[in-house]
């Protein structure tokens, strides 16, 4: 159903960028981010199994979730919208981590060596990444156990709106920016200008990097360049899969050379 899901959005958010593109051409971007992401999921459905023991053991020891009583017909949209509050202000602070921490930049600079940010962009992600956030999941599982939102929720938050935000697309939501993110807002966070530096790391609710002072409201016709401040040049391949392993490897050396 993911795949599905996947490749349905992935077609349509292709063609609405061709479409509002002058550029013809296909950025080679996005052929290395559409033949890396079947591998992916593929990989994500295997570590959400691995971690099942760990997510049952923890929604067992919470008895159920401290919000478990809320799941009534009329509570499960509450608790929905709580969810995404909640879920939004959990991974602002490891979207957060990962940019100051340069440990776990390495496992999440693969998602910004993008230089031609599209919807393709949305599953550019390290494995690495994806085991952050698996790790760090016991906070949502407290409040909420085993929830699961609503089926319309859950589309929006997981499958539609990281298509929406790396869109390719000069769509400015306006008035409604500080609201809910989109396309511009969200280039911002992947643009190599000083300005724009550790900004706008909400995924749905701007109103969070306000609360916590990393948010930037891009001007009218603001769509800097995106990808890594001073440049990238190693390969795809590489990035996906032992670049993490090297640079630390690189960082041990260099504080035993300092120590020597």
């Given at each position: 159903?993911?795949?599905?899901?996947?490749?349905?959005l992935?077609a349509?958010?292709?063609?609405?960028?061709?479409?509002?593109?002058?550029?013809?051409?296909?950025?080679?971007?996005?052929?290395?981010?559409?033949?890396?992401?079947?591998?992916?999921?593929?990989?994500?459905?295997?570590?959400?199994?691995?971690?099942?023991p760990?997510?049952s053991?923890?929604?067992t020891?919470?008895?159920?979730?401290?919000?478990?009583?809320?799941?009534?017909p009329l509570?499960?949209?509450v608790?929905?919208i709580?969810?995404?509050l909640?879920?939004d202000?959990?991974?602002y602070?490891?979207?957060?981590?990962?940019?100051?921490?340069?440990?776990?930049w390495?496992?999440?600079?693969?998602?910004?060596?993008?230089?031609?940010?599209?919807?393709?962009?949305?599953?550019?992600?390290?494995?690495?990444?994806?085991?952050?956030?698996?790790?760090?999941?016991?906070?949502?599982?407290?409040?909420?156990?085993?929830?699961?939102?609503?089926?319309?929720g859950a589309?929006?938050?997981?499958?539609l709106?990281?298509?929406?935000?790396?869109a390719n697309l000069?769509?400015?939501?306006?008035p409604l920016?500080?609201?809910i993110?989109?396309?511009?807002?969200h280039?911002?966070?992947?643009?190599?200008?000083?300005?724009?530096?550790?900004?706008?790391f909400?995924?749905?609710?701007p109103?969070?990097?306000?609360?916590?002072?990393t948010?930037?409201?891009?001007?009218?016709?603001e769509?800097?360049?995106?990808g890594?401040?001073?440049?990238n040049?190693?390969?795809?391949?590489?990035?996906?899969?032992?670049?993490?392993?090297?640079?630390?490897?690189?960082?041990?050396?260099?504080?035993?050379?300092?120590h020597?």
């Amino acid at each position: 159903m993911t795949l599905g899901y996947t490749a349905l959005l992935s077609a349509i958010f292709l063609a609405l960028e061709r479409l509002n593109s002058t550029d013809r051409r296909m950025s080679p971007h996005y052929l290395a981010n559409y033949l890396y992401l079947p591998f992916y999921l593929a990989a994500v459905y295997l570590l959400q199994a691995a971690f099942t023991p760990y997510f049952s053991w923890v929604i067992t020891a919470t008895g159920g979730g401290v919000l478990a009583r809320l799941r009534t017909p009329l509570g499960e949209i509450v608790v929905t919208i709580v969810f995404a509050l909640v879920w939004d202000l959990w991974q602002y602070w490891i979207h957060r981590w990962q940019h100051t921490s340069p440990i776990l930049w390495e496992s999440h600079k693969l998602h910004h060596s993008d230089t031609d940010i599209s919807s393709s962009t949305q599953g550019r992600h390290h494995l690495l990444n994806y085991v952050l956030n698996l790790v760090c999941y016991a906070p949502i599982l407290l409040l909420f156990g085993g929830f699961a939102p609503h089926a319309v929720g859950a589309f929006l938050m997981f499958r539609l709106w990281g298509f929406v935000n790396h869109a390719n697309l000069r769509i400015s939501f306006g008035p409604l920016t500080s609201v809910i993110a989109g396309p511009q807002w969200h280039r911002i966070h992947h643009s190599t200008q000083p300005e724009h530096l550790d900004k706008n790391f909400a995924t749905f609710f701007p109103f969070i990097d306000r609360l916590f002072g990393t948010y930037y409201k891009p001007a009218r016709n603001e769509y800097p360049p995106t990808g890594l401040v001073g440049g990238n040049s190693e390969p795809f391949v590489v990035q996906a899969t032992v670049s993490p392993f090297l640079q630390w490897y690189r960082g041990l050396l260099r504080i035993n050379r300092t120590h020597a």
